[in-house]
C-alpha cells in the first residue's frame, strides 16, 4: 500500500510539473512571436527561463505547498475509494481510477494555472517585460518620425 501511495504522489508530482512546464513553452512561445512581430530578437526558451527564474522557483514552491495542503485529502480519498466501484455501460470501473484521473487532472490544472498566475501577477514576467520595452521604444521613435506621439493610432 506504500509503494502505491508512493507512485500516485509521484504521479500527481510529474501531472503538476507537466502542467508548470507546458505553460512555460506557452508563454515562451507566445513572447516569440510578439517579438517577431516587433522585429525584436528573442533569446529562447534557456534566456527566458535564466531571467525568469524566481517565477519558475515560486511556482515549484507552491506545487509543495498544495501537497502539503491536500496530501493526507488525497491518501484518505485513496483508502475510502480502495474497493468501491462504479457501473458504466456495462463495465465495473474502480471508483480509485477515477479518482486519480481527477487528482491528476487537478495537481496539472495547479501547475499551469500558478506559473501563469505567478509570471503575470507575482514577479511578472522578466522576458516579457524586456520584449515590450523594445517595442515601446521602436513604438515611440516611429511615432515622433510620423509626429503622432500624442494621437494613438485606431485599431481597424
Excluded at 512581430?37 to 511556482?59: H, I
Excluded at 456495462?90 to 471508483?95: D, S
Aim: aromatic fraction near 16%; hydrophobic fraction near 50%; glycine fraction near 6%.
Amino acid at each position: 500500500m506504500t509503494l502505491e501511495i508512493f507512485y500516485v504522489y509521484l504521479n500527481l508530482i510529474v501531472a503538476s510539473l507537466a502542467g508548470m512546464f507546458i505553460m512555460l513553452l506557452s508563454k515562451s512561445t507566445d513572447m516569440q512571436s510578439t517579438a517577431k512581430l516587433g522585429n525584436v530578437q528573442y533569446e529562447g526558451f534557456g534566456t527566458f527561463l535564466k531571467r525568469d527564474w524566481k517565477a519558475v522557483a515560486a511556482n515549484v514552491l507552491a506545487i509543495v505547498a498544495t501537497f502539503n495542503i491536500f496530501g493526507k485529502a488525497v491518501y484518505a480519498m485513496d483508502v475510502f475509494m480502495a474497493d468501491k466501484s462504479y457501473e458504466l455501460f456495462g463495465f465495473n470501473i474502480p471508483l480509485e481510477y477515477v479518482w486519480h484521473a481527477f487528482v491528476a487532472i487537478f495537481f496539472f490544472c495547479t501547475g499551469y494555472a500558478g506559473q501563469d498566475f505567478i509570471l503575470r501577477r507575482v514577479f511578472k514576467s522578466v522576458q516579457n517585460k524586456l520584449i515590450k520595452d523594445k517595442l515601446d521604444e521602436k513604438t515611440t521613435e516611429l511615432d515622433r518620425q510620423r509626429g503622432t506621439l500624442d494621437s494613438p493610432d485606431p485599431v481597424k
